[in-house]
């Protein structure tokens, strides 16, 4: 049975850091594209960031690109994001996703098999 648990979110003012870690188990972890996504009160769910399987494409959404970077850790089974210079427009419930697939990772939420509980992050002074 695969799980994603999330973690590492709170609230930081913003240019402060974050760095959130998606710990999995219950799948072939090298298997699978790790993906991020974000989703405010009143706003759609929104692409943020996903690597491939071996951790050395990545990807991410224009709004976030220069600030965060993804990873992954193939031994631990563990995806994370490091986000930084945070502004109040981060704010979000932010979820990981596992992704059935050896290429370039799918933007698209609807393409991912697992997803995880989400961690909140919110930016505000």
């Known amino acids: 049975q695969a799980q994603l648990v999330e973690s590492g979110g709170g609230l930081v003012q913003p240019g402060d850091s974050l760095r959130l870690s998606c710990a999995t188990s219950?799948?072939?972890?090298?298997?699978?594209?790790m993906g991020w996504f974000r989703q405010a009160p009143g706003r759609e769910r929104e692409f943020v960031a996903a690597v491939n399987w071996e951790g050395g494409s990545t990807y991410y959404s224009d709004s976030v690109k220069g600030r965060f970077t993804i990873s992954r850790d193939n031994a631990r089974n563990t995806v994370y994001l490091q986000m930084n210079r945070l502004k109040p427009d981060d704010s979000a419930m932010y979820y990981c996703?596992?992704?059935?697939?050896?290429?370039?990772?799918?933007?698209?939420?609807?393409?991912?098999?697992?997803w995880g509980q989400g961690t909140q992050v919110t930016v505000s002074s």
């Open positions: 219950g799948f072939r972890f090298t298997d699978y594209a």
């Open positions: 996703a596992a992704e059935d697939r050896i290429g370039v990772p799918s933007r698209l939420g609807h393409d991912y098999a697992y």
